[in-house]
């Protein structure tokens, strides 16, 4: 009975439809994070349930699912291959691929998709990026190196190079690609061979799995001028978030994203298969922030106007809740051993603000709870409203000018304040603030009617 290979913890699940996921193993996977999601913006009473499945009971499973009136399901390692021959039809991209993760209802059974490529390629479209007549270099040529291969051709890629340790395995997908494809379009090299492939600018696709460990270093070229060449990049990783790769490329000044788009997209499209509902920009949004805190630690962005509480309620939250507290004030006068007016003073306010970009940028590479306390400027520059946007949440702590005088008046620590008239500072500082702080919000609170415990479990209970 199917029931036997529920994980665990999804044992007393209940509502009106099912969607699921066949692997093994199968107890870390992230999808429910998705597709629970989505169902609860679309207000369907649907859950997301991990299976995993003997490898001898697959066909058995995938059978029994479909008679049970399973939604759709997701098909995960080791089972991408073997699950086609359960299927009364497949895709034709999943079949040139050789890799089905996603079964659609049909008549008289499932039909086989793979949503990995058009998932990684509307992943590459949401950063901005463009494969089409771009010239690809593909490094791997395992399972999902040829949903990439396929997606390369399918998306106008003019020429691709693949990569990979054994040689074999890189002729092989450029051959079936280019019998796929009708065409010469995809070239196998050896890792050996490297500098065969012509100086110019490439989309760099890292499809191995060197970078998953702790001590990996580049993959298959240990060689900075190589990776030069590289106009953008993807690595099909992401845990850790950035690899050796994505580090390399960054510090090159190369934009560059990691896998988790690509499972974020294959999900959706997934999804909108099974529900034929269409998931928005924002709704995306929303759940790959939900997945970043899956994966990566969840972030609690409080901003707004000097008095409004940031910090007495960053500190209730970390305090009852459990999670680390910074204040980026505080953060940037330890790191530089100087006050704040002091910073203004010697190297301007300009330096500050960059000060708070940099401080920005480290903390969206940690993987931990965090509630974070905004200088009040720090969120009036577009690349800090980018930032905070990816770090998390953000709430827009609120309160009117007199109030925020009555907390903040006599305070010399306060440069800004500094002048002959604070309170027609802060009206008019705060005209200005006002509707960029909402524009950066996903929430704005209003602090003045309730204490700074209850704002704070407000908070917890959104977020
Ligand atoms: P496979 O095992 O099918 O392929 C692994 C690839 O990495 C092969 O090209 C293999 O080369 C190469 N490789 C492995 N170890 C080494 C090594 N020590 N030195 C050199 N090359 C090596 O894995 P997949 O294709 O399924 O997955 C590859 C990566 O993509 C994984 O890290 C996985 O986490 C990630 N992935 C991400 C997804 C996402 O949604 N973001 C989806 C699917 C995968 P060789 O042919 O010589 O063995």
Request: charged residues 25%; proline residues 4%.
């Amino acid at each position: 009975m199917l029931v036997d290979y529920l994980v665990e913890d999804n044992k007393n699940v209940t509502a009106k439809e099912y969607m699921g996921i066949f692997g093994n193993p199968i107890k870390h996977t992230l999808s429910p994070v998705i597709h629970d999601t989505l169902s609860e913006a679309f207000g369907i009473d649907a859950k997301y349930v991990p299976y995993q499945i003997p490898v001898e009971k697959l066909d058995a499973a995938v059978k029994e699912a479909y008679t049970n009136g399973m939604l759709g399901l997701n098909i995960t390692v080791p089972f991408k291959q073997q699950v086609m021959e359960s299927l009364v039809d497949i895709d034709p991209a999943a079949r040139a691929i050789g890799a089905v993760n996603t079964l659609v209802r049909g008549a008289g059974g499932f039909v086989g998709y793979n949503t990995d490529m058009p998932g990684l390629a509307r992943a590459i479209a949401s950063e901005g990026l463009k494969l089409q007549n771009s010239k690809v270099i593909l490094l791997g040529a395992g399972g999902a190196a040829r949903a990439v291969a396929y997606m390369c051709l399918k998306y106008g890629a003019n020429k691709v190079y693949i990569i990979n340790r054994t040689f074999e395995n890189a002729k092989k997908l450029a051959d079936d690609m280019n019998a796929c494809f009708m065409c010469e379009k995809m070239i196998p090299v050896s890792a050996a061979d490297y500098k065969m492939i012509p100086k110019d600018s490439y989309f760099m696709l890292q499809c191995t799995s060197i970078g998953l460990h702790e001590n990996d270093g580049l993959p298959l070229i240990d060689d900075v001028s190589f990776y030069e060449m590289a106009s953008a990049g993807v690595d099909l990783i992401y845990n850790p978030a950035k690899t050796p790769f994505l580090c390399l490329l960054k510090k090159l000044g190369i934009p560059c994203m990691n896998g988790l788009k690509m499972l974020l997209y294959q999900g959706i499209m997934a999804y909108e298969l099974w529900t034929g509902k269409e998931v928005s920009d924002t709704l995306s949004e929303k759940v790959y922030r939900n997945l970043c805190k899956k994966i990566y630690g969840d972030k609690i962005v409080l901003i707004g106007y000097m008095g409004v509480g940031k910090t007495t309620i960053g500190k209730h939250i970390s305090e009852e809740y459990g999670y680390k507290f910074i204040d980026t004030d505080a953060l940037i006068e330890q790191n530089f051993n100087m006050k704040i007016p002091d910073i203004f003073e010697k190297y301007g306010e300009m330096r500050f603000r960059e000060m708070e970009t940099e401080l920005l940028r480290t903390l969206t590479t940690k993987n931990e709870n965090y509630v974070i306390s905004t200088g009040g400027g720090l969120p009036l520059r577009e690349e800090n409203q980018k930032l905070l946007k990816k770090l998390g949440k953000v709430y827009y702590l609120q309160a009117d000018a007199d109030t925020i005088y009555s907390r903040v008046k006599g305070d010399k620590s306060r440069p800004l304040l500094d002048c002959e008239d604070p309170y027609n500072k802060i009206c008019s500082m705060l005209a200005i603030r006002d509707p960029k702080y909402r524009s950066v919000a996903d929430e704005c609170i209003d602090v003045t009617q309730n204490t700074p415990a209850e704002i704070a479990s407000k908070i917890i209970q959104n977020n």
